[in-house]
């Protein structure tokens, strides 16, 4: 079976996001006012062969966990459809 | 005063890291118990991070005091040397091992942040970095991530700061596989009279914060001592923190612009410890007080506590005092730089430190009492010569047979990770932004940047053999100071000071203490006979591997900074063979002596042997004679004989233009012992033939030992008459090696 | 002709370009502030160089949020009234995020921040830019980026090709062009270009670098007196 997953990878909420709060504060350049936070991260789309749902979710999770994201700076979930 | 319900009781103040005694100390400095932010701040300030307090007996036997010294050393943020013109170089080397451990890219990159901080704080421009690196296995795949995280890590925080990284140096050992080392330096460059002090002041001044706002970064410690430690608490614990170098920037261009516009008093970076050691040190420093409200403080995260806010280590923010009326003219600089900038407080008469929430007291503590010089403790340990000493003195250099195929060897010894091009990781930092950096295309052994709008440069290296140091710390750190400056020396420079970073194991080990002990003793002997005073820097102790249940300490690692002046910078001297033909001398005597040299290690795996001959006459000689070749303008390279011997040294001043060279070794010295020994003052010259009559000249007059080895070829090399094949197939070697173990190419 | 330096915030190669320009080249040069709203004092005989560095610390993209900046609009003006504008680095990712030049500049094929001298063929001479070189020039200038891969899409590469405006390609020393000799993966080894009135000049490497005989080359000047002398002689 062919699945489809949707990875999102965000920084861990307590720590600084230099990259967000930059763009946070320029939004004002084009005019968009009320902005309270901005925080950015990564979104990762894996077009994978597996046996069944359960087996897709174990081998994205441990892509999430091993290479796409470092558990030490960031959290990942994922969404998984049949594609 | 703001009583928490339950006072803290030794178990905590233990969880804390203070000891009874320490615990003891605090009760009867504050003549009450302390309440349990009271508590966290002696604990931090009381760290051996903070205080030195197992390292500052020896420290202060170091030569502190020299006539270019502008500020003593430990005065200030860094040290302060004058360079003529109206001009002074500021420049610190510090560790940031343990972070970068954790999480290799953040922790390299808040390290090089700090160090640039320190420079910065005292109004100087940073205008260089170097770094000195000490990894494990390159082979392993744990080791190979954290060698990538660093080094992008130190390149994405100086590339974007804008200060280029001119040099540096690497170590592979496997005593690093647990613990690496990653040690940063910075060199600025101040006007006379633009410098700023660390300092309060005078009472009645205001105090500023300026940058990053606060988080709970690096708090951990405290966190897990107190008593309401909740879930939440401890899932809102970033467990790294992240640099921000743009911030930093900002920072480095409104600080400055500020002292030009005469509107700092004081200024003092925020590293360690944060609010509580940056108030406490300029509150002690001018034997004042601060008033202190911790609810001004701009915070990233929701609902902190006072003793977070004043622990907490964020990066790219600074502690600022001015005199009341100056407030506006920093408030529009900081401003114009997107800044961030906050009063929480003013400069009493004290000797308290007052830390309030809004109205409510929340510590009140002595500042004197928190500062090394002031009530910090101070230590001084047992320790006992170390066990493995036996082995190094069992060690005969005639215990090594002389290989039978000398070309097969020298292949395989020249491809050690420790020989060869670090290439791979130094094209990953910008080396010439600032326009200063002579050497990126003109290498010499230490790093070269001109000052502009004078005549000068300014000479960079870093240095330590670790492997030296293990095997006899004394003599080991001579020679990590010798190269140091004979490194500057070669390059055309006059050594003018020194920093140092100690990476040592746990100082509770007495054999770590005695390498410790005696590593201070050997630095300090040769910084008093280069005159080259210690200027500052910083120790790092708990460099450790845990191999079962043994704990095993790092190679003793002191890592020296050292800075020198070319008053010419048209003396700058490249290391580099210019011309076929030109002839080449060894300076300096080979002594029979293969001790501690990459060779033994790497071919006949030799883990103790002793230290290799130095004697530092031999090397002021040595140095004197350079000094005075330079200055004649009759030498076309001057290259030192470090790691890996003189057959290293050959090949490096040979690849830069795809020379060769011909040669014969002296008589006398096994072909190995000439070619990879590694005993110490020696150094590698290359003259034109026209030279060679005033260079041998001068070489006899001042009574140096040397050796016509042979001439500059096209690019084939031989050796006793033994073909040793062409320079480019061993520059592909030493070019790509460590590329190939990195990115897995074969 | 005056020289006006742009400084944004993460600018670090700004004081570079200004030594070069002043102290070197003789020239006047001033610094232009990123909150400035105009060009006042500035004539389309003068010149507004976009420095390297990391403006904004490159965050989200490259030149991105510098793009945003009041002074942009200015420049674009500036530029579209005839005004030369020249984006180094940094300042070229600042140009084409800004529209002012086609393309844009990707992550190295590599991944990794690069900082070593490469060399560059003069592709074009006749642009105020490049007139005092000669097409087929070889210069030795460094490179420091860590996204510096010049795309656009074929359409678009078709274009710059036809109307000459490829300024510069990477290639060995001794001029040819080839994939080994691309140090960032740059479509058809792309370094510098222009826009179509040729006024507009974009560069991944860093002239301002090589201009000093104490750094050891001086390869960059060649292009300074280039926009010196192409102002003298339309005086």
Redesign the interface.
């Known amino acids: 079976m062919k699945f489809l997953a949707e990875i999102e990878i965000m920084p861990h909420k307590e720590l600084l996001d230099p990259q967000g709060k930059t763009v946070a504060k320029n939004l004002k350049y084009i005019n968009i006012d009320g902005v309270e936070d901005v925080r950015i991260g990564k979104h990762i789309k894996i077009t994978l062969e597996a046996d069944s749902q359960d087996d897709a979710t174990e081998k994205v999770k441990t892509a999430c966990e091993k290479v796409l994201s470092n558990p030490i700076m960031e959290s990942f979930h994922f969404t998984l459809s049949e594609a | 005063m703001q009583v928490n319900d339950v006072l803290p009781d030794l178990v905590t103040a233990k969880n804390l890291g203070l000891t009874e005694d320490e615990f003891e100390k605090i009760k009867q400095i504050l003549g009450r118990h302390p309440n349990f932010t009271e508590l966290s701040i002696y604990a931090v300030m009381w760290s051996e991070h903070c205080s030195y307090k197992n390292s500052i007996k020896y420290l202060k036997t170091l030569p502190r005091d020299g006539k270019k010294l502008l500020v003593a050393a430990g005065e200030e943020n860094a040290g302060l040397i004058d360079i003529g013109d109206r001009l002074a170089c500021a420049f610190k080397i510090e560790s940031h091992n343990h972070p970068s451990a954790l999480e290799p890219f953040q922790g390299a990159a808040t390290g090089v942040g700090g160090i640039h901080r320190d420079i910065f704080t005292m109004g100087a421009r940073p205008i260089a970095s170097l770094n000195s690196l000490r990894f494990g296995n390159i082979e392993t795949p744990h080791m190979q991530r954290l060698i990538k995280g660093v080094v992008s890590g130190i390149g994405h925080y100086g590339n974007c700061f804008g200060v280029p990284t001119v040099g540096g140096e690497i170590f592979f050992n496997d005593c690093y596989n647990q613990n690496i080392l990653v040690n940063a330096m910075s060199v600025g460059i101040v006007k006379h009279g633009e410098t700023v002090s660390a300092t309060a002041a005078k009472p009645g001044n205001l105090v500023l914060i300026v940058g990053s706002a606060t988080g709970k970064d690096g708090i951990h410690g405290a966190t897990f001592a107190s008593a309401d430690l909740t879930e939440d608490s401890a899932e809102d614990l970033p467990a790294v923190q992240v640099g921000d170098p743009f911030q930093e920037k900002l920072l480095l261009e409104a600080s400055l612009e500020a002292i030009a516009a005469n509107a700092v008093d004081g200024m003092q970076d925020m590293g360690a410890a944060g609010i509580t050691c940056s108030t406490s040190e300029m509150s002690a420093k001018a034997g004042l007080g601060m008033k202190i409200d911790l609810s001004k403080v701009p915070t990233r995260q929701k609902n902190m506590h006072a003793w977070e806010i004043l622990l907490s280590e964020s990066q790219e923010r600074m502690l600022v005092v001015c005199e009341p009326g100056k407030e506006k003219i920093l408030f529009d600089i900081y401003d114009k730089w997107d800044l961030e900038c906050e009063i929480i407080g003013e400069v009493t008469e004290g000797p308290m430190l007052e830390f309030y929430e809004g109205n409510t007291l929340v510590a009140e503590v002595p500042a004197e009492s928190l500062v090394l010089g002031g009530g910090a403790p101070v230590y001084d340990r047992e320790y006992t010569s170390p066990e493995y000493l036996e082995k190094i003195k069992a060690f005969k250099t005639s215990s090594i047979p002389t290989p039978d195929d000398i070309v097969q060897t020298a292949k395989k010894v020249m491809s050690s990770p420790n020989l060869v091009s670090k290439r791979w990781i130094y094209e990953q930092y910008d080396s010439m932004v600032r326009t200063n950096t002579v050497t990126t295309n003109a290498p010499s052994d230490a790093a070269v940047s001109y000052v502009k709008g004078t005549s000068k440069a300014i000479a960079m290296t870093t240095d330590c053999n670790p492997a030296y140091v293990f095997a006899d710390p004394f003599k080991g750190t001579m020679i990590a100071v010798s190269e140091a400056a004979r490194n500057i020396v070669c390059s055309g420079g006059e050594p003018v000071g020194v920093t140092n970073c100690l990476n040592f194991g746990n100082p509770y080990n007495p054999e770590v203490y005695w390498q410790f002990v005696h590593a201070i003793k050997g630095m300090g002997e040769a910084c008093r006979r280069f005159e080259t005073p210690v200027t500052g820097g910083n120790v790092s102790f708990y460099n450790q591997s845990q191999i079962g249940n043994q704990t095993i300490p790092v190679y003793p690692t002191p890592t020296i900074g050292m800075v020198g002046i070319l008053e010419d910078a048209s003396n700058h001297t490249t290391l580099d063979f210019k011309n076929t033909k030109d002839i080449i001398y060894l300076l300096g005597q080979t002594q029979n002596d293969l001790g501690s040299s990459e060779y033994i290690r790497s071919i006949y795996n030799v883990e103790y042997s002793n230290c290799p001959y130095f004697n530092i006459d031999d090397e002021i000689k040595l140095h004197d004679v350079i000094k005075k070749l330079i200055k004649q303008k009759i030498v076309s390279s001057v290259h030192d004989v470090s790691d890996g011997g003189m057959l290293a040294t050959l090949l490096e001043s040979a690849f830069v233009n795809d020379k060769g060279f011909k040669i014969d070794t002296e008589d006398n010295i096994r072909i190995d012992v000439a070619l990879f020994g590694e005993s110490q003052s020696r150094a590698i010259i290359s003259m034109s033939e026209t030279n060679e009559a005033r260079i041998q000249e001068l070489l006899l007059n001042n009574n140096i030992p040397f050796t016509r080895l042979g001439v500059v070829t096209d690019g084939e090399i031989t050796v006793n008459n033994i073909d040793f094949g062409q320079i480019t197939d061993w520059k592909k070697t030493f070019e790509t090696k460590i590329e190939n173990i990195l990115e897995h190419k074969s | 002709m005056k020289f006006g330096v742009v400084v944004f ?2 600018s ?2 700004d ?2 370009m200004i ?2 320009l002043g ?1 070197v080249m003789k020239s006047e040069v001033v610094k232009v502030w990123h909150k400035d709203t105009g060009l006042p004092g500035f004539n389309t005989s003068d010149c507004i160089v976009l420095p ?3 403006a ?5 993209r490259c030149g991105a ?1 510098a793009g ?3 002074i942009m609009s200015a420049v674009k003006d500036f530029a579209a009234k005839g005004g030369m504008v020249v984006g180094i680095c940094n300042g070229f990712q600042v140009l084409c995020e800004a529209g002012l030049l086609p393309g844009v500049l990707l992550a190295n094929s590599s991944q ?6 490469i060399h560059l063929k003069i592709e074009n001479n006749e642009t105020p830019f490049t007139r005092l070189t000669s097409k087929g020039d070889v210069l030795k200038i ?1 490179i ?1 980026h ?1 996204e510096g891969r010049y795309y656009a899409d074929e359409n678009i590469l078709g274009q710059l090709e036809m109307n000459n405006q490829v300024l510069f390609r990477y290639c060995s020393p001794t001029g040819e062009v080839a994939d080994e000799y691309n140090p960032n993966g740059a479509s058809r080894n792309i370094a510098g270009i222009c826009n179509e009135g040729r006024n507009v000049f974009g560069m991944m490497p ?1 002239p ?2 090589a201009s ?1 005989e ?4 001086t390869d960059g000047r060649i292009l300074f007196e280039s926009l010196l002398n192409h102002v003298l002689e339309s005086a």
């Open positions: 915030p993460g670090n190669c004081d570079d030594h070069v102290d390297g560095g990391f904004y610390g490159d965050y989200l949020l945003l900046s009041p990794k921040f690069i900082c070593k001298n460094p420091a860590a860093h301002e670098r000093e104490i750094l050891g080359n």
